[in-house]
């Protein structure tokens, strides 16, 4: 158990939907990061954010946006959902603003029908 | 650019065989390296990472790995394999003193262990 709690783990929705997935990040780490998991493009990094301000962004659609809250956990909403956004999104955390280590949540695996 | 490149998408060895899984990286500042193991249905789990001290590193369940900064390389062995070793792998790059960058991933190997 890495510490990084996401919800929910599976997610089903329809195009054109809304949805947002959360994480939890370890006790004490300040940094959290969003990427996303396909086949076909891997592990793609998405957005950072540490102390609650955005850090770096990524390869992250216009129709997505994230937060971090004060108490650190963090939501991810994807918006005008598509076909193509199914996947598996994952949360990670570091204790730094530099990525020297993450830890990685579960995962929440999203489907668009 | 900085990347990171996993050579072979699919690497199979027998049970209790040399497990070799390559990964080569290209930065012009020193990097950190990490190696991800990914089981099925899970998240990612940390085997090891180099920092900027030992160049050879060894992490969880016997794995290790030597930065070699001639051949701008971080592959990952392990003597014997294990059936419960069969996993995707990643490595990662980071650059922490250029910056801030977050941690940039290859596109993984699939290990197979076959009895």
């Known amino acids: 158990d890495s510490g990084v709690t996401q919800t929910p783990k599976h997610l089903i929705t329809a195009t054109g939907q809304r949805v947002t997935l959360r994480c939890s990040p370890r006790?004490?780490?300040?940094?959290v990061y969003w990427y996303q998991q396909s086949l076909d493009q891997g592990l793609q990094f998405l957005i950072q954010y540490y102390n609650g301000e955005e850090r770096a962004k990524g390869n992250i659609l216009e129709r997505f946006s994230a937060q971090q809250f004060p108490d650190l956990h963090s939501e991810l909403n994807l918006s005008s959902l598509e076909l193509g956004d199914s996947a598996l999104y994952f949360c990670?955390?570091?204790?730094?603003?530099?990525?020297?280590?993450?830890?990685f949540g579960q995962g929440t695996r999203l489907t668009v029908v | 650019a900085q990347s990171v490149t996993q050579l072979g998408s699919h690497v199979s060895v027998s049970e209790g065989a040399l497990v070799l899984l390559r990964c080569n990286y290209s930065s012009s500042v020193p990097p950190y390296l990490f190696w991800y193991v990914q089981y099925p249905n899970q998240g990612l789990q940390l085997l090891l990472k180099?920092?900027?001290?030992?160049?050879l590193v060894k992490g969880i369940n016997g794995f290790e790995a030597e930065f070699k900064k001639s051949e701008t390389s971080f592959h990952l062995t392990k003597p014997s394999a294990h059936m419960s070793d069969a996993a995707e792998y990643f490595c990662?790059?980071?650059?922490?003193?250029?910056?801030?960058?977050?941690?940039?991933f290859g596109k993984g190997t699939r290990l197979s262990v076959i009895a």
């Open positions: 006790s004490g780490d300040l940094s």
């Open positions: 990662a790059v980071s650059f922490p003193n250029s910056g801030n960058t977050p941690l940039v």
């Open positions: 180099y920092t900027s001290a030992a160049t």
């Open positions: 990670a955390s570091s204790v730094r603003r530099e990525n020297t280590e993450a830890f």
